[in-house]
């Protein structure tokens, strides 16, 4: 990979107007493509397939004219007294007209409703005293009707008397005449009785019906009073929610749509009215771009202007990082006409391809300064900084992505989408770093140099490193004091409770907060998360169906923490009962998240009812569960992928260990950190935070992905250090303080820069994405100046050489994955003119320091050495027995005045090190990871590896 990127980097240099125009083409491309195919972004967190959303698909099968989404509306006057009616007029007149835009499927006039609802009370009210006193007049109805029975009974009795006497009398047989004068009589008796009969089926009718109707109004009256707690109108008549109802779902409505109800609204609203707009309505797209973010980029550009000394050095990676993030984004955005993509998607693009845009690019760009200042050839120097700088960051680069890209694996689809969104603007900052900044650094030339700084170029420059390792009291001290100051501050998160921004969470001067906080204080907390309750039963009769919906009206209003319960609807089959739930507390509140659990604990309810809960709140708790439950694969897959990465990497086990530890420490203080300030409030007035709730819900997920990624960044630019001073012969503990030494500058630069790109966002109007911004933010900087400075090099102090322990077996099985890439350096060496001074020593530690100090000393001039090969290492062996069968320029190491006179055209067979000769005597002197002893009086030396033996080399002759 190192001598590919060199290729790469060399070819970008010599090639630099072409790859500028390929950008410039591939940006033009990609910007083409989101205006061609760029669709609709979401403001809403859906997961498909949880219980919520099951019911909201089923509601919107049963009650497809109900299935759009919908927006409030909140109309107030502005003196605080109540409406007009001229106002309420007005405002319906408004309602209509809205109502007739594209899109938009109806509105709902809330003072019609308020009457409406006003109405069916007195309906209710008129109709129960009809009743009673169809009632009253059935009862005296029955009366007289009974008083005439008495009488034709008695009529009846008297006749059937009379007649049996008769009969007596005439001996059995009554006259002709006489008969038909009984008979006449029995007949009008009986006719009488008929009418009494029909009476009495008229009255036990009409008695029947009233009972019926009874039954309904009670029903209907016992429906009212579960949805007393629900009011469109307040009860001062000085505020008034209207609903707007789209044609479209609730994710699928355009902002155009949306934009345009504002605006109608806003435009034609009455005087002496003023309205806000709920969240469904008003939360636009999120900046890409705005104020805060142009201060973190400020801020990242004066580190770099401080780091580098010229304005041109500190806008390179500027350039590289805005070109990437014009590319990956709206690559990403293209992608938005044929997938689900959340509004925050390509903000998180922007913010990941401008940290890690500017950082890349400077790791390259700081290399290649520091080797023509060491006065190696423009294009060689690009090169080798591409092969070994540029190599460093793919790989780390990679680890992002790899992290990111296994967000995937939650089975999540928008967290999937942002962690691809992310890789994307990754790969497109990595790929920029090792094609389009070489080629800037080619035709910037020698200016990415400060002029003073061109003037010294090949002069040796004194760099002091530490000569003593850190004090293991120290050590103790650092580490001690890091891990309690991290516990303390990671203990909030103990607390921390997962959910999604509501109207609260917004800005204080935003519509949406105002829409909040005014349906809170004139109608409860509660009418901002509604619930929607549906229950899917036998299918039911007409008859049935009020009955039930009282029944299970009422379950659902003896449970904890319900305000009201209104029935929205049945579906055409009664099959599908529809009610609206209104809770006592706000969507976020942990009342309102209970009270979902406990509506899902009801089912089923007798009669084999089921009941499924809808809703912000329900789908708050569907989203956190998820995510809950996806957490800890995900963690196990990031944790055991950086253990992997580090074994690879450090040849170690104890070092990939304490890098896991480290990161799981910082992210824990990360969500620590998060918690008292999002969800306690402390230091809210410095981030915006007015009304705190729960965390954002795929925060902690996010967080883990990308801070994986840049914590193994950092850990990377440091530990390499402290193994290269290892390998090079520094003792253990020494070797700590000076791969601390070399890589701190860079680092603390790096980790600056992305804590002020990360720091930006968070001002953003967004509550989502001032969260994510602190959180990247606090936890680069915990990672990297606590865990990455101070905690790791003190436990590296304390382990010593068993830092580096690796079993043998394992040693020899692990590819040689040469991050730095050494290698190339040893295929491609060059002269440098720096001398590195150490100070001053009475008694060497060690002979390897000794003879380095001596060597240093005596002003010797070395760069890193080229293929020595150590016995034990049979890779290293076949290395650089394939460089020995090449010509090539090979390494001189030499005390000769001018070194540059010295070359060698060819490594000799068999040969590893070819050493110039010095004038007299035997001078050990060390070179890289080597100790050799130049013997001028014979022509060799002796070079002794750091894994043990020793490789004889023959100076040239």
């Given at each position: 990979?190192?001598?590919?990127?060199?290729r790469?980097?060399?070819?970008?240099?010599?090639r630099?107007?072409?790859?500028?125009?390929?950008?410039?083409?591939?940006?033009?491309?990609?910007?083409?493509?989101?205006?061609a195919?760029?669709?609709t972004?979401?403001?809403?967190?859906?997961?498909?397939?949880?219980?919520?959303?099951?019911?909201?698909?089923?509601?919107?099968?049963?009650f497809?004219?109900?299935?759009?989404?919908?927006?409030?509306?909140?109309f107030?006057?502005?003196?605080?007294?109540?409406?007009?009616?001229?106002?309420?007029?007005?405002?319906?007149?408004?309602l209509?007209?809205?109502?007739?835009?594209?899109?938009?499927?109806?509105?709902?006039?809330?003072?019609?409703t308020q009457?409406?609802?006003?109405?069916?009370?007195k309906?209710?009210?008129?109709?129960?005293?009809?009743?009673?006193?169809g009632?009253?007049?059935?009862?005296?109805g029955?009366?007289?009707?009974?008083?005439?029975?008495?009488?034709?009974?008695?009529?009846?009795?008297?006749?059937?008397?009379?007649l049996?006497?008769?009969?007596?009398?005439?001996?059995?047989?009554?006259?002709?005449?006489?008969?038909?004068?009984?008979?006449?009589?029995?007949?009008?008796?009986?006719?009488q009785?008929?009418?009494?009969?029909?009476?009495?089926?008229?009255?036990?009718?009409?008695?029947?019906?009233?009972?019926?109707q009874?039954?309904?109004?009670?029903?209907?009256?016992?429906?009212l009073?579960?949805s007393?707690?629900?009011?469109?109108?307040?009860?001062?008549?000085?505020?008034?929610?209207?609903?707007?109802?789209f044609?479209?779902?609730?994710q699928?409505?355009t902002?155009?749509t949306?934009?345009?109800?504002?605006?109608?609204?806003?435009?034609?609203?009455?005087?002496?009215?003023?309205?806000?707009?709920?969240?469904?309505l008003?939360?636009?797209?999120?900046?890409?771009?705005g104020?805060?973010?142009?201060?973190?980029?400020?801020?990242?550009?004066?580190?770099?202007?401080?780091?580098?000394?010229?304005?041109?050095?500190?806008?390179?990676?500027?350039?590289?990082?805005?070109v990437?993030?014009?590319?990956?984004?709206?690559?990403?955005?293209?992608?938005?006409?044929?997938?689900?993509?959340?509004?925050?998607?390509?903000?998180?693009?922007?913010?990941?391809?401008?940290?890690?845009?500017?950082?890349?690019?400077l790791?390259?760009?700081?290399?290649?300064?520091?080797?023509?200042?060491?006065?190696?050839?423009?294009?060689e120097?690009?090169?080798?900084?591409?092969g070994t700088?540029g190599?460093?960051?793919?790989?780390?680069?990679?680890?992002v992505l790899?992290?990111?890209?296994?967000?995937?694996?939650?089975g999540?689809?928008?967290?999937?989408?942002?962690g691809?969104?992310?890789?994307?603007?990754?790969?497109?900052?990595?790929?920029l770093?090792?094609?389009?900044?070489?080629?800037?650094?080619s035709?910037l030339?020698?200016?990415?140099?400060?002029?003073k700084?061109?003037?010294?170029?090949?002069?040796?420059r004194?760099?002091?490193?530490?000569?003593?390792?850190?004090?293991?009291?120290?050590?103790?001290?650092?580490?001690?004091?890091?891990?309690v100051?991290?516990?303390?501050?990671?203990?909030?998160?103990?607390?921390?409770?997962?959910g999604?921004?509501?109207?609260?969470?917004e800005?204080?001067?935003?519509?949406?907060?105002?829409?909040?906080?005014?349906?809170?204080?004139k109608?409860?907390?509660?009418?901002?998360?509604?619930?929607?309750?549906?229950?899917?039963?036998?299918?039911?009769?007409?008859d049935?169906?009020l009955?039930?919906?009282?029944?299970?009206?009422?379950?659902?209003?003896?449970?904890?923490?319900v305000?009201?319960?209104?029935?929205?609807?049945?579906?055409?089959?009664?099959?599908?009962?529809?009610?609206?739930?209104?809770?006592?507390?706000?969507?976020?509140?942990?009342?309102?998240?209970?009270?979902?659990?406990?509506?899902?604990?009801?089912?089923?309810?007798?009669?084999?009812v089921?009941l499924?809960?809808?809703?912000?709140?329900?789908?708050?708790?569907?989203?956190?569960?998820?995510?809950?439950?996806?957490?800890?694969?995900y963690?196990?897959?990031?944790?055991?992928?950086?253990?992997?990465?580090?074994?690879?990497?450090?040849?170690s086990i104890l070092?990939?260990?304490?890098?896991?530890?480290?990161?799981?420490?910082?992210?824990?203080?990360?969500?620590?950190?998060?918690?008292?300030?999002?969800?306690?409030?402390?230091?809210?007035?410095?981030?915006g935070v007015?009304?705190?709730?729960?965390?954002?819900?795929f925060?902690?997920?996010?967080?883990i992905?990308i801070?994986?990624?840049?914590?193994?960044?950092?850990?990377?630019?440091?530990?390499s250090?402290?193994?290269?001073?290892?390998?090079?012969?520094?003792?253990?503990?020494?070797?700590?303080?000076?791969?601390l030494?070399?890589?701190?500058?860079?680092?603390?630069?790096?980790?600056?820069?992305?804590?002020?790109?990360?720091?930006?966002?968070?001002?953003?109007?967004s509550?989502?994405?001032?969260?994510?911004?602190?959180?990247?933010?606090?936890g680069?900087?915990?990672?990297?100046?606590v865990?990455?400075?101070?905690?790791?090099?003190?436990?590296?102090?304390?382990?010593?050489?068993?830092?580096?322990?690796?079993?043998?077996?394992?040693?020899?099985?692990?590819?040689?994955v040469?991050?730095?890439g050494?290698?190339?350096?040893?295929?491609?060496?060059?002269?440098?003119?720096?001398?590195?001074?150490?100070?001053?020593?009475?008694?060497p530690?060690?002979?390897?320091?000794?003879?380095?100090?001596?060597?240093?000393?005596?002003?010797?001039t070395?760069?890193?050495?080229?293929?020595?090969?150590s016995?034990?290492?049979?890779?290293?062996?076949?290395?650089?027995?394939?460089?020995?069968?090449?010509?090539?320029?090979?390494?001189?190491?030499?005390?000769?005045?001018?070194?540059?006179?010295?070359?060698?055209?060819?490594?000799?067979?068999?040969?590893?090190?070819?050493?110039?000769?010095?004038s007299?005597?035997?001078?050990?002197?060390?070179?890289?990871?080597?100790?050799?002893?130049?013997?001028?009086?014979?022509?060799?030396?002796?070079v002794e590896?750091?894994?043990?033996?020793?490789?004889?080399?023959?100076?040239?002759?």
């Open positions: 990979m190192a001598e590919l990127l060199y790469l980097g060399r070819f970008s240099a010599r630099a107007w072409a790859v500028l125009i390929s950008w410039i083409v591939i940006l033009g491309i990609s910007v083409g493509a989101f205006l195919f760029g669709g972004l979401s403001s809403a967190v859906t997961i498909p397939g949880t219980p919520t959303a099951k019911v909201t698909d089923q509601l919107s099968e049963s497809p004219s109900a299935s759009g989404g919908t927006g409030a509306m909140v107030h006057t502005k003196d605080g007294d109540a409406f007009t009616e001229s106002q309420k007029t007005a405002i319906g007149e408004l209509d007209e809205t109502a007739d835009l594209k899109g938009v499927d109806s509105t709902v006039n809330p003072f019609e009457e409406t609802i006003a109405d069916q009370a309906q209710i009210s008129d109709g129960k005293a009809q009743v009673d006193a009632r009253t007049q059935l009862t005296d029955q009366a007289q009707l009974d008083a005439g029975q008495q009488q034709l009974t008695a009529a009846q009795t008297q006749l059937s008397a009379a049996a006497q008769a009969q007596q009398a005439a001996g059995g047989t009554l006259p002709a005449a006489a008969q038909a004068q009984f008979d006449t009589q029995q007949a009008a008796i009986t006719q009785q008929a009418a009494l009969d029909a009476q009495q089926t008229t009255i036990t009718d009409n008695l029947a019906t009233l009972d019926e009874s039954t309904k109004l009670e029903l209907s009256s016992q429906l009073d579960l007393s707690g629900i009011r469109t109108v307040s009860t001062d008549d000085t505020t008034a929610v209207a609903n707007v109802v044609e479209e779902r609730q699928e409505v902002p155009e949306k934009q345009s109800v504002i605006d109608q609204v806003s435009d034609d609203v009455p005087s002496g009215v003023e309205v806000e707009f709920s969240n469904e008003a939360q636009s797209l999120p900046q890409l771009f104020v805060g973010e142009a201060i973190g980029l400020i801020i990242a550009a004066i580190t770099l202007l401080v780091m580098l000394g010229t304005v041109i050095a500190a806008s390179l990676p500027l350039v590289s990082a805005i990437g993030v014009g590319v990956g984004v709206t690559a990403s955005l293209a992608m938005s006409g044929v997938v689900d993509m959340l509004s925050i998607t390509p903000v998180l693009g922007v913010m990941l391809g401008l940290a890690v845009g500017i950082d890349y690019s790791f390259i760009l700081n290399r290649h300064r520091k080797q023509l200042l060491d006065g190696v050839d423009l294009h120097s690009i090169g080798l900084a591409n700088s190599n460093a960051v793919v790989f780390a680069g990679s680890t790899v992290a990111l890209l296994a967000l995937n694996v939650t999540i689809p928008f967290l999937g989408m942002m691809t969104v992310g890789a994307i603007c990754v790969a497109v900052a990595i790929l770093a090792v094609t389009l900044t070489p080629a800037l650094l035709l030339g020698l200016r990415i140099l400060s002029r700084a061109r003037a010294s170029i090949g002069t040796p004194p760099d002091a490193v530490p000569t003593k390792p850190m004090g293991t009291i120290r050590a103790i001290g650092t580490l001690v004091a890091g891990l100051v991290l516990g303390v501050v990671a203990l909030p998160a103990l607390d921390m409770r997962l999604l921004p509501d109207g609260s969470s800005a204080v001067d935003s519509t949406q907060y105002k829409s909040y906080t005014l349906i809170e204080d109608f409860g907390a509660g009418v901002n998360g509604p619930l929607l309750v549906a229950t899917l039963p036998d299918a039911a009769t007409d049935e169906v009955e039930e919906q009282v029944r299970i009206g009422q379950k659902i209003a003896d449970v904890q923490d305000k009201a319960v209104a029935p929205v609807g049945a579906s055409d089959d009664n099959s599908v009962l529809a009610f609206q739930v209104i809770p006592e507390e706000g969507p976020n509140a942990v009342s309102t998240e209970q009270l979902v659990r406990d509506l899902r604990d009801l089912s089923p309810l007798s009669g084999d089921d499924g809960v809808a809703g912000s709140a329900s789908g708050n708790i569907d989203v956190s569960k998820q995510l809950s439950d996806a957490l800890p694969l963690l196990a897959l990031v944790v055991g992928l950086s253990l992997i990465i580090m074994i690879l990497v450090f040849r070092v990939p260990v304490t890098a896991t530890l480290g990161f799981m420490l910082s992210l824990a203080a990360t969500f620590g950190g998060i918690t008292a300030i999002f969800q306690w409030g402390w230091l809210g007035p410095v981030f007015h009304d705190p709730g729960p965390i954002l819900s925060l902690p997920t996010i967080l992905g801070l994986f990624g840049l914590a193994m960044d950092y850990q990377l630019f440091l530990v250090g402290m193994r290269e001073a290892y390998a090079h012969g520094a003792p253990a503990r020494l070797a700590v303080r000076r791969g030494h070399a890589g701190r500058t860079v680092v603390v630069a790096a980790a600056i820069i992305m804590i002020s790109v990360f720091g930006g966002f968070i001002f953003s109007h509550a989502m994405i001032r969260s994510i911004g602190f959180g990247l933010a606090f680069v900087l915990v990672d990297a100046f865990v990455r400075m101070l905690l790791i090099p003190a436990i590296m102090h304390l382990l010593g050489t068993s830092a580096w322990w690796i079993p043998k077996w394992l040693d020899r099985i692990l590819p040689n040469d991050v730095e050494a290698a190339l350096e040893r295929s491609h060496p060059h002269h440098t003119g720096s001398v590195t001074t150490a100070p001053q020593q009475d008694t530690r060690s002979a390897v320091d000794g003879a380095e100090t001596a060597a240093l000393g005596a002003g010797v070395a760069a890193t050495a080229a293929h020595v090969a016995p034990s290492s049979e890779l290293t062996r076949r290395e650089a027995a394939a460089a020995a069968e090449r010509p090539h320029p090979a390494h001189v190491l030499t005390t000769d005045p001018d070194p540059g006179e010295q070359q060698v055209s060819r490594v000799e067979p068999g040969l590893d090190v070819i050493v110039h000769p010095a007299a005597g035997v001078q050990r002197v060390a070179v890289g990871a080597y100790v050799i002893a130049v013997d001028a009086d014979n022509g060799t030396a002796v590896p750091p894994a043990g033996g020793v490789v004889i080399v023959r100076a040239p002759r």
